[in-house]
């Protein structure tokens, strides 16, 4: 028992260290792109994130489409029905937990909802409404 809660706090703690380490990184790259930035908001993120848009596939999308509404719930793929799991880290320790995978998706899934990339500050706040939900 001892074992397995050390190891859950071991996972917990690397979790938050990637997001931190994640988000500071980016607000370096956003104050080097535009000096008037000075931090990430979850309201903007908010928007972000459930803003509808015309997507990649011609349909109208937002990042809620897959991931719903309660993040720390499980979710349906808007176009594949396949469940996604919760993309809250409170709910889903596996969330946030390697900086490749959380690029990768946001490239993506950007691409899906904006036909665009994220830019450095979008992505910011997004992951910053995303993490305090
Ligand atoms: C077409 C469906 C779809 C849309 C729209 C979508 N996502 Fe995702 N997202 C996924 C899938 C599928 C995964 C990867 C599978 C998984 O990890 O459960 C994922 C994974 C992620 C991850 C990875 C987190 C991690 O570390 O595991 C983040 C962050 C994310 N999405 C954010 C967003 C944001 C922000 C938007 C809106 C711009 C968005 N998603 C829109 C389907 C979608």
Redesign the pocket.
Known sequence: MKLIITLFLLFTISSASVINEYLSALAKQAKAQNPKFTEFDAKRGEA??TSKHI?KKGKE???V???GNDLSKPSK????A?E??P?S?KA?P?????VK??E???R???N???NRE?TTEE?GD??TY?INK
């Open positions: 972000i994130f997507g999308v937002s990042c489409s897959c991931h793929n808007f176009f594949t396949k996604i799991e993309l880290p889903n596996k969330r946030f937990s390697e995978t959380i990768k998706w946001l993506r899934n950007f899906d909802v904006y994220g992505k997004v992951v995303i």
